[in-house]
C-alpha cells in the first residue's frame, strides 16, 4: 500500500493542506502515520475517505455533520449524489470516483465509472469535463517528472486505451483544408496528451498526421516537407532549457509563415516559443477548437 504526503493529498481531493492539518484535531476525521520525522503520510484509505468528503463537501454539507458520519453513512450518501442535476457536482463526483478506483487498481470500478461518464455526457463532452480534470488532478497530463507513481500509470494505460479506441472509431476525415501534424520532439515521452489531442482534432472531422513521442528532429523534417502541413501540434513537459528547444526548432523545421506552431505544457517553454516564433499556447483543449 503506497503511503502519500500531505500535499499529494491535496492535489487528489482539493482540499489544502491547512484545512486537513485543522480536520485531524477539530474532528479526527482521520489520523495518518507519521514518520521518524514527524512527517504526516496518509494510507489509501484515508485518501478514498477524503475524497468522498470533497464530494459531500461540493454538495454542501457541511464538515461538522460530515464527521459525525459513520463510513458507511458517508459512502450512502456519496452514492444518493449520482442522482443530481447539477452537472458540475456530477464531474466533481465522477471524477472522484475514478480516482478512488485509481488508487484501489480497480479496474471494474474504474470501467463502471467510465461508463456511467460515457452514458450521461456523450464521449466529447466526458473528454472536456471529465477526464482532462482528472488527468491534470492526478498529475498526468503536465506532469515533470520522469517516474510516475503506479497507480498514476494505471489510469493512464486504461485513459490511453480507451481515448486510442475511441478515435479508432471516428470517421475519416472531412475537412481536407486543415491538416494537423501531431507529435513530441526528442526527449518527450509523456505521450496521453497528445492523443487527447488527436481525439479532439479528428472528432471535428479534421485530418491529422500522428507520429507519437520522442520523434527525431530529421524525421519531423522530412514529414513537413512531405504532407505540407497546416498546423504542427507538440507538448512540452520534460525538465529542458527552453533556449535548447528553441535552437532546436529553429535549425531543424523552418516553418515559415504557412505552418501555425501550437504548443502546450511547460508554461516557462511554451511562452518562450510564442515571443521568439509567434507560437500559439493551447492552456486548455477548449483552445484547440479555435483553429478547428
Known sequence: MRLYQITELEQLTGIKAHTIRIWEKRYNLIEPDRTSTNYRRYNDEQVKKLLNVSTLLSNGYKISKIAALTEKDIHGKVFELNSSNNED????????????????????????????????????????????????????????????????????????????????????AKNKKKKFLLLLVPGELHEISLLFANYIIRSKGCETIYLGQD????????????????????????????????SDIKKNLHLGESIKLLVSGSSVTTQYLKDKLGAHIISHPKDLLTFL
Open 89 to 172: 457536482i456530477i464531474c466533481k463526483n465522477f471524477i472522484n470516483d475514478l480516482v478512488k478506483a485509481m488508487i484501489s487498481f480497480d479496474e471494474p470500478a474504474f470501467e463502471k465509472t467510465y461508463s456511467a461518464v460515457i452514458n450521461r455526457f456523450g464521449l466529447f463532452d466526458a473528454m472536456l469535463n471529465v477526464f482532462y480534470p482528472l488527468l491534470n488532478n492526478i498529475g498526468l497530463l503536465w506532469s515533470i517528472n520522469n517516474v510516475s507513481p503506479a497507480q498514476e500509470h494505471f489510469a493512464s494505460c486504461l485513459l490511453k486505451r480507451k481515448i486510442m479506441s475511441a478515435t479508432d472509431g471516428l470517421p475519416l
Open 215 to 246: 520523434v527525431p528532429y530529421e524525421n519531423i523534417s522530412v514529414v513537413l516537407k512531405q504532407i505540407k502541413p497546416n498546423f504542427i501540434l507538440t507538448f512540452f513537459t520534460t525538465p529542458k532549457d527552453e533556449k535548447a528547444i528553441y
